[in-house]
T-cell receptor, first 115, second 115 residues
């Protein structure tokens, strides 16, 4: 089984709808991240969380919110989806005790289309 | 602030040619980590390699090799005897030790290997 899972894998929705993307991990990592990827661009950080009580904005948090329900779960919400939020979304985890160095473990991605 | 530049947007080669993907980074940290990921057409991110800032040894893994040069802030990736299956988008990423494990990604290089 995959260590980092994302649901749904694909989603098509309409402008103005509320959407939640979910991420679960079995790695036992405290840190979790949400990134988005647009065509021709690299991944950009939306939100990140150090633990259940610690949530921080990334570089492109406007229009998004997150919830860290448990160590293993980190959800991303689009309160009112708009077409320019059409993108590939990745969840990732990392272990702050990683002495080798900051490796992030990525989920398979969620492809979101907002019409 | 950390920054990663992949100046080559697209590269096209014929099978069996060697190809080098360039990555230049900026950071103020003395401790940092560099990564390469492969993103095949299916969309997932495949981890290829991690390097820390104290280890400038080049690395070879099969047909893949990486050249890390702190003097020029570069971490280039070479594929020897390219194959059609190497066709993908390749991302270079940087994670600063003081930056909570967050990664900054380059915009990626799309490699097409033609038979």
């Amino acid at each position: 089984d995959a260590d980092v899972t994302q649901t749904p894998r694909n989603r098509i929705t309409k402008t103005g709808k509320r959407i939640m993307l979910e991420c679960s991990q079995t790695k036992g990592h405290d840190r979790m991240y949400w990134y988005r990827q647009d065509p021709g661009l690299g991944l950009r950080l939306i939100y990140y969380s150090f633990d259940v009580k610690d949530i921080n904005k990334g570089e492109i948090s406007d229009g998004y919110s997150v919830s860290r329900q448990a160590q293993a779960k980190f959800s991303l919400s689009l309160e009112s989806a708009i077409p320019n939020q059409t993108a590939l979304y990745f969840c990732a985890t990392s272990d702050p005790r990683d002495r080798v160095g900051n490796e992030q473990f990525f989920g398979p991605g969620t492809r979101l289309t907002v019409l | 602030a950390q920054k990663v530049t992949q100046a080559q947007t697209e590269i096209s080669v014929v099978e069996k040619e060697d190809v080098t993907l360039d990555c230049v980074y900026e950071t103020r940290d003395t401790t940092y980590y560099l990564f390469w990921y492969k993103q095949p057409p299916s969309g997932e991110l495949v981890f290829l390699i991690r390097r820390n800032s104290f280890d400038e040894q080049n690395e070879i893994s099969g047909r893949y090799s990486w050249n890390f040069q702190k003097s020029t802030s570069s971490f280039n990736f070479t594929i020897t005897a390219s194959q059609v299956v190497d066709s993908a988008v390749y991302f270079c990423a940087l994670s600063e030790n003081t930056n909570a494990g967050k990664s900054t990604f380059g915009d990626g290089t799309t490699l097409t290997v033609k038979p």
